[in-house]
Protein backbone atom coordinates (compact mmCIF):
# COMPACT_ATOMS: atom_id res chain seq x y z
CA UNK A 1 0.00 0.00 0.00
CA UNK A 2 1.04 3.23 -1.00
CA UNK A 3 -0.20 6.91 0.50
CA UNK A 4 0.15 10.06 -1.42
CA UNK A 5 0.12 13.35 0.52
CA UNK A 6 0.56 16.51 -2.36
CA UNK A 7 1.52 19.87 -0.59
CA UNK A 8 2.63 23.66 -2.38
CA UNK A 9 -0.31 24.39 -4.12
CA UNK A 10 -1.57 27.97 -4.06
CA UNK A 11 -2.53 31.42 -5.54
CA UNK A 12 -0.32 32.63 -7.69
CA UNK A 13 0.33 35.26 -10.68
CA UNK A 14 0.44 34.30 -14.21
CA UNK A 15 4.00 34.42 -14.98
CA UNK A 16 4.77 33.18 -11.17
CA UNK A 17 6.27 30.06 -10.18
CA UNK A 18 5.52 26.92 -7.78
CA UNK A 19 6.49 24.22 -6.18
CA UNK A 20 4.62 20.86 -5.50
CA UNK A 21 5.55 18.50 -3.47
CA UNK A 22 4.19 14.70 -2.98
CA UNK A 23 4.86 12.55 -0.09
CA UNK A 24 4.41 8.93 -0.33
CA UNK A 25 4.79 6.18 2.07
CA UNK A 26 5.29 2.78 1.37
CA UNK A 27 8.48 0.36 0.39
CA UNK A 28 7.85 0.59 -3.02
CA UNK A 29 7.67 4.22 -3.90
CA UNK A 30 11.64 3.82 -5.16
CA UNK A 31 11.06 1.65 -7.46
CA UNK A 32 7.35 3.16 -9.51
CA UNK A 33 7.55 5.62 -11.94
CA UNK A 34 5.48 8.69 -10.46
CA UNK A 35 3.04 10.94 -12.49
CA UNK A 36 1.38 14.16 -11.79
CA UNK A 37 -1.78 14.76 -13.15
CA UNK A 38 -4.49 17.92 -13.27
CA UNK A 39 -8.00 18.56 -13.10
CA UNK A 40 -9.86 22.00 -14.24
CA UNK A 41 -13.11 22.37 -13.28
CA UNK A 42 -15.63 20.86 -15.46
CA UNK A 43 -12.82 19.22 -17.16
CA UNK A 44 -11.10 15.67 -17.17
CA UNK A 45 -8.47 14.81 -15.74
CA UNK A 46 -5.14 15.46 -18.00
CA UNK A 47 -1.88 13.85 -17.61
CA UNK A 48 0.75 16.68 -16.98
CA UNK A 49 4.59 14.70 -16.31
CA UNK A 50 6.08 11.81 -15.40
CA UNK A 51 8.96 10.50 -14.19
CA UNK A 52 10.63 6.60 -13.81
CA UNK A 53 12.05 5.23 -11.27
CA UNK A 54 15.58 6.48 -11.31
CA UNK A 55 14.53 9.96 -12.13
CA UNK A 56 16.77 9.52 -15.42
CA UNK A 57 13.48 9.50 -17.63
CA UNK A 58 11.03 11.83 -17.78
CA UNK A 59 8.23 12.83 -20.37
CA UNK A 60 5.53 15.68 -20.02
CA UNK A 61 2.35 17.05 -21.96
CA UNK A 62 3.26 19.64 -24.50
CA UNK A 63 1.04 22.34 -23.06
CA UNK A 64 3.68 22.48 -20.04
CA UNK A 65 7.07 21.36 -21.71
CA UNK A 66 9.66 23.73 -21.01
CA UNK A 67 7.75 25.40 -18.38
CA UNK A 68 7.37 22.61 -15.78
CA UNK A 69 10.24 19.97 -14.13
CA UNK A 70 9.26 16.85 -12.51
CA UNK A 71 11.77 15.12 -10.12
CA UNK A 72 12.18 12.81 -7.25
CA UNK A 73 14.64 11.88 -4.47
CA UNK A 74 14.10 8.64 -3.79
CA UNK A 75 15.90 8.97 -0.21
CA UNK A 76 12.98 11.41 0.95
CA UNK A 77 10.04 9.15 -0.98
CA UNK A 78 9.48 12.38 -2.72
CA UNK A 79 8.28 13.52 -5.99
CA UNK A 80 8.55 17.45 -7.12
CA UNK A 81 6.95 19.24 -9.80
CA UNK A 82 8.45 23.24 -10.51
CA UNK A 83 6.16 25.04 -12.32
CA UNK A 84 7.31 28.81 -13.73
CA UNK A 85 5.90 30.67 -16.26
CA UNK A 86 2.47 29.93 -15.17
CA UNK A 87 -0.93 30.67 -17.02
CA UNK A 88 -4.63 30.98 -16.30
CA UNK A 89 -4.66 27.90 -18.04
CA UNK A 90 -2.78 26.07 -15.35
CA UNK A 91 -5.23 26.47 -12.87
CA UNK A 92 -6.56 23.03 -11.31
CA UNK A 93 -5.97 20.90 -8.82
CA UNK A 94 -3.27 18.30 -9.04
CA UNK A 95 -2.63 14.81 -8.41
CA UNK A 96 0.33 12.67 -7.70
CA UNK A 97 0.45 9.14 -8.66
CA UNK A 98 2.70 6.24 -8.00
CA UNK A 99 2.54 3.95 -10.77
CA UNK A 100 3.31 -0.23 -10.99
CA UNK A 101 5.53 0.06 -13.46
CA UNK A 102 8.78 1.36 -13.74
CA UNK A 103 8.87 3.39 -16.63
CA UNK A 104 7.86 6.54 -16.99
CA UNK A 105 3.35 6.82 -18.02
CA UNK A 106 0.87 9.11 -19.67
CA UNK A 107 -2.01 7.15 -18.88
CA UNK A 108 -3.68 7.56 -15.80
CA UNK A 109 -4.85 3.94 -16.16
CA UNK A 110 -1.12 2.82 -15.41
CA UNK A 111 -1.11 4.32 -11.89
CA UNK A 112 -2.32 2.64 -9.35
CA UNK A 113 -2.25 5.16 -6.08
CA UNK A 114 -3.37 8.55 -6.25
CA UNK A 115 -3.11 11.46 -3.57
CA UNK A 116 -5.88 13.45 -2.32
CA UNK A 117 -4.95 16.75 -4.42
CA UNK A 118 -3.63 19.89 -3.91
CA UNK A 119 -5.22 23.23 -5.18
CA UNK A 120 -3.20 25.84 -8.07
CA UNK A 121 -4.89 29.16 -9.37
CA UNK A 122 -3.45 31.45 -11.61
CA UNK A 123 -4.67 34.82 -11.55
CA UNK A 124 -4.28 36.52 -14.79
Known amino acids: QVQLVESGGGLVQAGGSLRLSCAAS????????MGWFRQAPEKEREFVASIGWSGDITIYADSVKGRFTISRDNAKNTVYLQMNSLKPEDTAVYYC?????????????????WGQGTQVTVSS
Open 97 to 113: AASWLAGPQGEASEYKY
Open 26 to 33: GRTFSSSA
